[in-house]
C-alpha cells in the first residue's frame, strides 16, 4: 500500500487496538466526502473484527482535522447536500460498539471538532484547540456540532463558541468536560493508544455493555436510564468473563478475558 496515495489509514498498532488516521497533512487534515466515506469503511471494518477491542482516531502531521474540505462546498446547493446523505458516514462512528478514542493534535475545527465528538473519550495535547467556526462561512455545523457540543458542556459555552466561531483551547475544553485528558504537545496519540490498550485488557462485554449503557441512557429519563443498567448488568453475571474476573480476583492473579 502506497500510504501518501491514502488519505485515510487503517492499522494495529497491538493485536486488540485498531487504529485509524488521516492522512492529508497538507491540508491539515481536512474532511471531505471520501475522508468521511473511508473512515465509516474503516471504523466498520475493525466493528467487526473480534480481536480489535478498541479503536483509536488521529490525523497524520501536526493537527486532528482543521474542518471541512472548504472548496468542495464552493459549488454545492442543497440539493447535493441532500443527495450525499454523508449523515450516514458519521452514524458508523458513533454507533460502533466498541470504545473510540479521539487523539488531538493541532486542529480540531468543524468537521475535525465533529469527529471528535464522535468519539468516547477525547486525549488532546495541551497545545490542541477545538472550535466550530462555520458561522464565518455564512454556515453552521451539519455533523452534531450544535447538539454534542452541548450536551458536552452546556448551553452557554455552546453557544458563544457556536455564535463567534472562537477556537476553545485545550486546557479550557478539558476544564468545561469537552477533553477527557490533557496530552504534553506531540504525545497524544501515544496516551490515547495506551488508554486503549488499557481498555482491551479487560472484558469486552462488560466494555461494550457499559458503552451502550450510558449513550442510550445520556438523553432518556433517569428511571429508563437506571433499568437499562440494571438489565445489563445482570445479563454480565451470566458470562465467562464475569466468571473469571471473580477467580482472578479471589486467586490474586490478572484476568485473562476471552469476550465471552
Not at 471528535?116 to 454556515?139: C, N, R, S, W, Y
Not at 450536551?151 to 455564535?163: N, V
Request: proline content about 5%; aromatic content about 4%.
Amino acid at each position: 500500500m502506497n500510504a501518501q496515495a491514502e488519505v485515510v489509514i487503517a492499522s494495529r498498532p497491538s493485536p486488540q487496538v485498531g487504529l485509524v488516521e488521516i492522512n492529508r497533512p497538507e491540508a491539515r487534515n481536512a474532511i471531505n466526502l471520501e475522508v468521511r466515506e473511508k473512515l465509516a469503511a474503516a471504523v466498520a471494518g475493525f466493528s467487526e473484527e473480534p480481536e480489535i477491542r478498541a479503536i483509536v482516531l488521529s490525523g497524520r502531521g501536526s493537527n486532528f482535522a482543521a474542518g471541512a474540505d472548504v472548496k468542495a462546498f464552493e459549488k454545492l446547493g442543497a440539493a447535493d447536500m441532500l443527495a450525499q446523505q454523508a449523515h450516514r458516514y458519521w452514524e458508523v462512528i458513533a454507533r460502533c460498539p466498541k470504545p473510540v478514542i479521539a487523539a488531538v493534535e493541532g486542529y480540531a475545527l468543524g468537521g475535525g471538532c465533529e469527529l471528535a465528538m464522535h468519539a468516547d473519550i477525547i486525549v488532546a495535547a495541551t497545545t490542541a484547540k477545538f472550535g466550530q467556526p462555520e458561522v464565518k462561512l455564512g454556515l453552521m455545523p451539519g455533523a452534531g456540532g450544535t447538539q454534542r457540543l452541548l450536551r458536552a458542556i452546556g448551553k452557554y459555552k455552546t453557544l458563544m463558541l457556536l455564535l463567534t466561531g472562537d477556537l476553545f483551547p485545550a486546557e479550557e475544553a478539558e476544564r468545561a468536560g469537552l477533553v477527557s485528558v490533557l496530552a504534553p504537545e506531540g504525545e497524544a496519540l501515544a496516551q490515547a493508544l495506551q488508554m486503549a490498550e488499557k481498555i482491551a485488557q479487560l472484558a469486552p462485554l462488560a466494555v461494550a455493555q457499559i458503552k451502550e449503557a450510558v449513550l442510550n441512557g445520556e438523553d432518556a429519563p433517569l428511571e429508563t436510564a437506571l433499568r437499562l443498567e440494571r438489565k445489563a448488568f445482570q445479563l454480565l453475571f451470566d458470562t465467562a468473563d464475569k466468571r473469571e474476573g471473580i477467580s482472578a480476583f479471589l486467586e490474586k492473579r490478572k484476568p485473562s478475558f476471552t469476550g465471552r
